[in-house]
């Protein structure tokens, strides 16, 4: 009988719960309408007006199914964009300092609804308030005017058409997914920025843009090129201390407002790459950050002035920022905040956190992540990246660094499902919930994900979670373990290219330069003290605190994962295991490759079970792509240091299954493929 009986319920919940009008498109937003309106009043009257507040109650009336709810401006407990929930006498009091937060509590509401199994609207509690961690979370979009998306692998630009304007209709449903996880601000196009994006056209289509965001709480940002005053104003000079410079900053900056009162600012990446910036006329980070800053004051704008530079100078690549920025640290305008990547290289799989993020005290700095996953697999790869951001919160967490703002680089298209599968918008997703509550786990933000756009049966929950949490380490471990980074193929960053070495690049574009493999041993050397060959290393880790100097520069207390990072080592090191160097850094790799592989059987024995519709064979196929290109790795990479190593696979570890020489010449276009492709992706033969 009671066997039964919990059949039932669950038949019952799965029939009401599973969603099968979501093609991915939903985002985690599909929640079904109300038969009726429900009952939401606003207090106030101009509050009433507001258009933010409007969007909160309309998502209320069309999706909130339980007590009627009142919404309110006035509470001392929270801070801007907080928001508080009180249940008492069978009605909602939801109230917050800005109308923001009334919107984004609105949408955890809904959240919390839709959560329950059938979508019952029940609170637990009946009082709990939140602020968020950050005041701005950011979207960094790489789009390009003529409509491309640099590092984007879903499709191409929302917002920039080659030829006409950016669909309204699109932008408020973006928008609205970004509200519902609390992002508030987006740079609307690519850090390489072009001038054009200054014209007046562009800052019409900005104004546009801008407007149909603005009732989801979000401002909009540009980036700007350095050398605009010269390439659009016509100006013989961009340098920021000339008076004629300056003046036209000011007035572009005036135009702007003129259009789009709540403008948030400017994003710059400046003397990096090739891209112009104030070093070109012999000034600093800081003359060009704060001439920008001082346009910008007057209204409230921000410059977010970035910090990934490096030069092929023959430093250590890892160490450039901070050697660059250090000195000016205290010297930036107070609406300036430096920008700096998570990682001091470039948003590899695994690196350290940048030394810059201990030391920088006397200017604001803000994190740059990358949601889009340029060197993790695009949107191909499942890869969860909560871990890794978590990683990261928890590395900086003893040292009290303060930051009030986060970026993440968007991983957003104009393809179907917005992030090109259905993994990588629980990236997007993730962004947005940790930027709001950095203390939140990652195992919390998959289960909230699942729950929302897929099914919320609670076993599912946890073992989607489960598989979700290992995607990042299985990545790591098939493409770059123990440390070992940027060995990929030059251009596109998706496979393998150890060996990559063109005629006439930068020494710093190659693998080579990272992974320093030879007879003698692997990985790079940035510790203060000699490797065992007597050459010095870089001393990169004399730029962290005195804990982590001490944690990463002495071998033995070196966490393992980052060991080849800081540590040139001879093949026969004895890892802590007791195994060589070589044995550990092979079953790296192979445990990569049986945990692709284990992700094929999940989804085929296991997920199936619950999610029925296209999404699930779309993103088995992407399963099955991801087991074959861990094998490609792990080939290519083991065979490649064998070379090196002299030595065998170790016993147990399976031989190759592919050939070296098909291998080497394997090429793959990948500018031509993404997720929706994965059919006619070519594979190796
Ligand atoms: C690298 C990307 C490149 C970006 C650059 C940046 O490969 O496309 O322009 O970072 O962040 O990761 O500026």
């Given amino acids: 009988m009671k066997k039964s009986l919990v059949l039932l319920t669950a038949m019952l919940s799965f029939a009401v719960c599973a969603d099968a009008a979501n093609d991915g498109h939903e985002l985690w937003l599909s929640m079904e309408r109300n038969a009726a309106a429900a009952s939401v009043t606003v207090e106030g009257k101009p509050l009433s007006k507001n258009n933010i507040v409007q969007t909160a109650a309309e998502e209320l009336r069309a999706y909130w199914k339980g007590d009627d709810v009142v919404m309110a401006l006035g509470n001392a407990y929270v801070g801007d964009d907080g928001f508080c929930v009180v249940r008492e006498n069978g009605r909602i009091r939801l109230t917050a300092r800005n109308a923001s937060g009334l919107l984004y509590g609105a ?190 004051k007057p209204y409230d704008g921000i410059v977010m002035w970035r910090a990934f530079v490096y030069s092929p100078s023959g430093d250590d690549r890892a160490s450039q920022a901070y050697d660059e920025f250090m000195p000016y640290d205290g010297q930036f305008r107070d609406n300036v905040i430096i920008q700096i990547k998570n990682g001091p290289i470039d948003f590899q799989p695994r690196e350290p956190a940048s030394p810059l993020f201990f030391s920088m005290k006397k200017t604001s700095i803000m994190p740059e992540l990358q949601i889009t996953q340029e060197y993790l697999g695009e949107s191909i790869h499942a890869c969860f990246l909560a871990t890794m951001w978590r990683e990261f919160f928890d590395t900086l967490a003893p040292y009290s660094v303060k930051y009030d703002a986060i970026a993440g680089v968007a991983n957003i298209g104009d393809s179907h499902k917005w992030c090109g599968s259905d993994m990588a918008q629980a990236n997007w997703y993730a962004f947005g919930r940790m930027a709001w509550d950095e203390d939140l786990t990652a195992e919390t933000v998959a289960k909230e994900w699942t729950a929302l756009t897929f099914h919320t049966d609670s076993e599912f929950v946890e073992r989607m979670s489960r598989m979700m949490c290992s995607t990042r380490e299985s990545v790591v471990k098939y493409m770059m373990p123990l440390g070992l980074h940027h060995i990929f193929a030059g251009g596109h960053h998706y496979g393998p290219e150890p060996w990559c070495d063109p005629q006439g690049w930068r020494e710093d574009w190659k693998p080579k330069y990272y992974h ?84 094929v059987v999940f989804w085929n024995e296991y997920a199936s079970r619950f999610i029925k519709d296209k999404r699930w064979a779309d993103q088995q196929r992407l399963f099955i792509r991801q087991a074959k290109d861990a094998w490609w790795w792990r080939d290519a990479c083991l065979m490649y240091f064998a070379q090196f190593s002299k030595q065998e696979l170790p016993f147990g570890c399976p031989s190759p299954r592919y050939d070296y020489s098909v291998i080497r010449e394997y090429v793959l276009d990948m500018d031509n493929y993404s997720a929706a492709d994965i059919d006619r992706l070519p594979e190796m033969k």
């Avoid at 603005?214 to 104003?233: D, E, M, Q, T």
């Avoid at 900053?249 to 910036?277: C, H, T």
């Avoid at 007879?519 to 982590?548: C, E, H, V, W």
């Avoid at 990463?552 to 802590?576: D, G, I, K, S």
């Fill in 107 to 296: 949408y955890d509401m809904l959240r919390k609804q839709q959560q329950n199994p059938c979508g019952k609207a029940l609170l637990r509690d009946t009082m709990y308030r939140q602020t968020p961690a950050n005041e701005l979370r950011i979207l960094n979009h790489w789009d390009n005017p003529n409509g491309t998306v640099e590092r984007g692998y879903a499709g191409r630009s929302i917002f920039w058409k080659e030829n006409g304007m950016a669909d309204l209709t699109v932008i408020k449903d973006y928008g609205r997914a970004n509200a519902s996880v609390g992002i508030n601000a987006a740079v609307l196009n690519n850090v390489n920025a072009k001038p054009l994006m200054l014209s007046r056209g562009k800052l019409q289509e900005t104004k546009r843009i801008a407007d149909a965001l603005r009732p989801y709480g979000i401002k909009v940002f540009l980036s700007v090129n350095f050398a605009s005053p010269k390439v659009l104003g016509g100006l013989p000079t961009a340098d920021p201390l000339d008076a004629k410079v300056r003046q036209w900053w000011q007035r572009k900056v005036k135009e702007i407002y003129r259009m789009i009162p709540d403008f948030g600012g400017f994003l710059v990446k400046a003397n990096s790459e090739g891209e112009p910036g104030p070093m070109d006329y012999g000034r600093s980070h800081a003359d060009g950050a704060n001439m920008l800053a001082d346009a910008l």
């Fill in 516 to 599: 320093k493999a030879s007879a003698q041993g692997i990985g790079f050397n940035r510790t203060d003290k000699p490797d065992m060959n007597g050459r010095m290393g870089s001393g990169n880790t004399r730029q962290y605190p005195d804990a982590l100097y001490e944690l990463y520069n002495n071998v033995e207390t070196c966490p393992e994962p980052l060991l080849l990072w800081f540590h040139h080592l001879p093949w026969n090191h004895r890892m802590h295991s007791g195994e060589t160097l070589w044995e550990a850094l092979c079953r790296k790799y192979d445990e990569g490759v049986r945990e692709a592989e284990a992700y």
